[in-house]
């Protein structure tokens, strides 16, 4: 099994040169802002962008940086690597720790911007809640539904997981196209 480093911006910045920054975010998320030069392979695809991922760790360059926003996507996506023999270093706090220290980002010439992962999931909980907090005014039953969410943002936040970011990953308009992903993967093989 590979080991995980992690590097803090400050070191980031000094060896982007040399590194093949993966941004594992969704193509939404990565459309607002990515290190210069990242390939965008959100972590649902992981698995299969694993050819690539091993053929760019190979490759005679300074290795394979994983970023995601705070940091915990791509911790998630170097222990998967680790576990397929792929050594990767994570980026300590994130494009967020990134761009709070001014370093540059780069977006797509003329892509969308959705929202960021964070702020889709606090729209969805609070308009679930919202609603089962009104719905529970004629069916006491639909209470349940607050329930179950704050539930589920305790759990998250135990965990440092979250399911229902998971969920909203899977959406149309934070997918990647097919033909995105295979340039990404072509890029990261040559």
């Known amino acids: 099994m590979a080991s995980t480093t992690a590097l803090t911006p400050a070191q980031a910045n000094a060896r982007l040169h040399e590194l093949t920054v993966v941004d594992v975010r969704t ?45 915990a996507r791509s911790a998630q996506a170097s222990r998967r690597l680790a576990e397929q023999d792929i ?3 994570t980026l300590t706090g994130g494009t967020t720790a990134w761009t709070r220290l001014g370093h ?10 959705p929202w960021a992962m964070d702020r889709q999931v606090r729209l969805a909980a609070g308009s679930l809640v ?4 009104l719905a529970g005014r004629r069916r006491s039953a639909a209470r349940w539904l607050s329930a179950g969410v704050a539930g589920g943002l305790v759990l998250s936040a ?5 399911g229902m970011a998971a969920i909203l990953a899977k959406l149309p308009h934070n997918q990647p196209r ?9 890029a990261l093989t040559g």
């Open 158 to 162: 135990l965990t440092n997981t979250c």
């Open 27 to 71: 193509p939404g998320e990565y459309a607002s802002g990515h290190l210069p030069g990242a390939h965008n392979v959100p972590l649902d695809h992981l698995d299969a962008a694993l050819p690539a991922l091993r053929a760019a760790a190979a490759a005679d360059r300074g290795g394979l940086l994983l970023v995601c926003a705070s940091g």
């Open 130 to 133: 919202l609603t089962g907090l």
């Open 104 to 113: 540059d980002t780069q977006r797509p010439v003329g892509a969308r911007t």
């Open 178 to 186: 097919a033909t995105d992903l295979e340039d990404t993967l072509a």
């Open 87 to 89: 050594a990767a270093a």
